[in-house]
């Protein structure tokens, strides 16, 4: 950083870069956002499946308790649907472990460009401070003149 000139305005170098960086950050939180309603879909997806398949099974099961079964083609039909529900559960599993995989991936992209808006904003703020002590010891060093000055001149007359 140039050494500034008394009564300028501070202005970081690095504006343009930190901006992206904010920008990059957003982008990625609204990934993660995606992502997590992506993930939560699947979840709702799966409960539902498993509702369903819980809501069969007990379904059969009052078939058994009823007594003698007169048509074992529909016991048969029911057994094979509930098949068909632990085929579509365990589909559905392994899309939510995707969809949670995906998340955590985003998460981690998202914690890394929030590390380095934060970087930026440190970088920012230390140099904040280099020039808010540069501008403090041209104070003092314009006050030590002043006082100089008016001391001669005392001393003069």
């Known amino acids: 950083m140039a050494k500034p000139k008394p009564g300028k305005r501070f202005k970081y170098d690095l504006e343009s870069v930190l901006k992206v960086r904010g920008i990059k950050e957003k982008k990625e939180q609204e990934k993660f956002a995606e992502k997590q ?10 409960e539902t ?8 099974e007990e379904e059969l ?3 058994f308790k009823r007594g003698p079964i007169t048509n074992f083609e529909k016991v048969l039909r029911r057994k094979a649907h509930l ?3 632990k085929d ?8 939510v472990i995707e969809a949670s995989s995906a998340l955590e991936e985003q998460r981690a992209h998202l914690v890394a460009s929030m590390k380095d808006k934060k970087i930026m904003e440190k970088h920012k703020e230390k140099k904040l401070d ?3 002590k540069i501008m403090q010891d041209l104070e003092v060093k314009f006050l030590d003149e002043i006082a100089t000055e008016r001391f001669k001149k005392v001393k003069e007359d």
């Open 37 to 46: 309603v992506e993930y939560i879909k699947q979840k709702q997806k799966e």
């Open 49 to 56: 499946i498993k509702q369903e398949k819980k809501h069969k």
């Open 61 to 63: 099961r009052n078939v």
């Open 83 to 85: 098949e068909v529900l």
């Open 88 to 95: 579509d559960l365990d589909n559905q599993v392994e899309k």
């Open 130 to 132: 280099e020039y808010k």
